[in-house]
């Protein structure tokens, strides 16, 4: 059997994290795959006018695609567009500043593989440039919700409904960058490095957004206890990746 038909080709839908160039006129996209986890590929001619790939690979885009399997990458043999995203999201500077942020994130979370994590990750990202495209929510909020979720996904807790050292729903009270959110109890106890109380309007605030209860978020809190939601989950982040994003920096500046 020759190489080329003995080579693999899969089919799937993807989200176009980002691009980087490769040579004169081509292009490696970093894909998340519904099924595949994170994909890096070569777009053969993507940087040419003529490309046949037209304007399918920029960031945020929500494209069918099928890739061949070679020794170190794939490549690009087709894509599709499903939902054209780009465009809305990076005419609005807020939104683009956000839309940057999910996909530094979801990049860096690059431990999925395939299968089922691959798949939830997938439609968060997908809701989530949804969301940031048809401005239907603010976009400070939609970072605070997918990083909340992304998060608790890869099993690096957070989850702002219970106590990450104990478990208890009760009584949740303290922040610490290592643990996450503690209960009063837990708290209190010295091996874990607590650095701040959280007020009752931000717990809320926390658990809106990791839940979805988006009229609850839109209805009462404010721009505020988003801001200081967004601090508490970037320092959290940056604890786990021992690394900042660079996308965190600028919605500092901005929001
Ligand atoms: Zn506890």
Redesign the pocket.
């Known amino acids: 059997m020759s190489s080329s038909a003995s080579s693999k080709t899969i089919f799937d839908q993807a989200i176009v994290l980002r691009g980087q160039k490769l040579g004169d006129a081509d292009k490696i996209v970093i894909l998340l795959t519904r099924n595949h986890g994170i994909v890096h590929a070569v777009a053969k001619g993507a940087r040419k006018t003529t490309s046949k790939f037209g304007g399918r690979l920029e960031p945020f885009m929500l494209v069918d695609v099928s890739l061949t399997a070679g020794k170190d990458l794939y490549t690009l043999t087709q894509v599709q567009t499903v939902r054209a995203y780009t465009s809305p999201i990076m005419s609005d500077y807020s939104a683009y500043l956000a839309g940057l942020a999910l996909i530094e994130l979801t990049e860096s979370l690059g431990k999925f593989e395939e299968g089922e994590s691959s798949n939830q990750l997938f439609v968060m990202l997908a809701g989530a440039l949804s969301s940031l495209s048809s401005q239907r929510l603010r976009p400070l909020d939609i970072v605070n919700a997918y990083f909340l979720r992304a998060i608790s996904l890869a099993g690096w807790g957070m989850n702002p409904t219970v106590?990450s050292?104990?478990?208890?729903s009760e009584n949740l009270r303290w922040f610490s960058a290592e643990a996450g959110l503690?209960?009063e109890?837990?708290g209190r106890l010295e091996v874990l490095n607590v650095s701040k109380p959280v007020s009752e309007e931000t717990l809320h605030y926390l658990s809106d957004v990791f839940l979805g209860r988006w009229e609850s978020v839109t209805a009462i809190s404010s721009q505020h206890s988003a801001k200081i939601a967004y601090g508490l989950i970037s320092t959290f982040v940056h604890w786990q990746l021992e690394k900042p994003l660079k996308s965190l920096a600028l919605i500092e500046k901005e929001f």
Request: charged letters at 0%.
């Open positions: 106590c050292h104990c478990g208890s503690l209960c109890n837990c």
